[in-house]
């Protein structure tokens, strides 16, 4: 009884005291548009994303999260922008996020209802700096001077 009570105090500590991993995508449309979504629990808009699921990779989470968000599909993941590791940059849980440019395709539409409000694609000049949700305008800023940032 005693072993099975260290077990699941372990648990609890891994799943409460630890970071979770997840996604942040940059997704380019084949006409050079980024692909944000706008989020309905702080009406912000921000980069699709989410949290990586047991038993999944980082390239199945972006595909699924992609499909979830925005109703489009991953065509190939470009390049490993950053991980971003800060413990504030998530207002809700200490998360720490992969982002990554993703070639897309299809049509954009919402699909998980309950988290999004809208889909958009934006001219990179076009984009809403400065207003984006969590700290997906560093993201983005980091992704236009070509860095591949951890932090």
Do not use: C
Request: glycine share 10%.
């Amino acid at each position: 009884m005693k072993r099975s009570w260290q077990f699941v105090q372990t648990v609890l500590g891994i799943i409460f005291r630890h970071p979770v991993t997840g996604t942040t995508i940059i997704p380019m449309l084949p006409d050079g548009r980024i692909v944000l979504i706008r989020r309905r629990d702080s009406g912000e808009w921000g980069l699709p994303g989410g949290i990586v699921n047991w038993g999944e990779d980082i390239p199945t989470t972006v595909g699924r999260e992609l499909a979830e968000e925005t109703g489009l599909s991953l065509v190939k993941i470009r390049r490993l922008v950053g991980v971003y590791s800060a413990p504030d940059r998530d207002p809700r849980i200490h998360s720490i996020a992969v982002l990554v440019e993703a070639d897309v395709q299809g049509t954009m539409q919402v699909q998980d209802n309950l988290e999004i409000i809208e889909v958009q694609a934006f001219v990179p000049t076009d984009l809403p700096k400065g207003k984006l949700s969590h700290d997906h305008n560093r993201q983005l800023q980091d992704y236009f001077d070509g860095l591949t940032t951890l932090a």
